[in-house]
């Protein structure tokens, strides 16, 4: 099952590098994001590790959390995993995702 990556998901991937960088340097920040593909690899590939989003608007939509992140995604056709975005457990998850879901929504 390959993985696509919409455009808000891809924003939110540089600026965890970014703060990632700036905040522990370079090194960390390669790390962390390749960790971060890996849990997405392992997640595609182990639907138990699924949880659904508890928003009816927002159906069909699951999630899985790599350490201080939420990984939204969905299941497209052809059984391709569609990430739509990654959040900050800190963030006001709520509104943030229901942004980037209208975002990918219209693309």
Not at 34 to 54: D, I, N, S, Y
Not at 61 to 79: A, D, K, M, P
Request: charged content about 30%; cysteine-free; proline content about 4%.
């Amino acid at each position: 099952m390959p993985i696509e990556i919409f455009a808000p998901a891809r924003e939110r991937l540089l600026e965890i590098w970014d703060y990632t960088e700036r905040t522990w340097g370079a090194g960390q920040a390669d790390i962390y994001l390749r960790g971060l593909a890996a849990a997405m690899e392992k997640t595609q590939k182990t639907r138990h590790l699924w949880r659904p989003v508890e928003d009816e608007a927002l159906a069909g939509v699951y999630y899985f959390r790599y350490r201080h992140h939420l990984v939204f995604f969905r299941e497209l056709s052809g059984q391709t995993l569609g990430v739509i975005t990654i959040l900050h457990e800190s963030m006001d998850l709520p509104s943030r995702l229901r942004e980037a879901f209208d975002e990918e929504s219209r693309s």
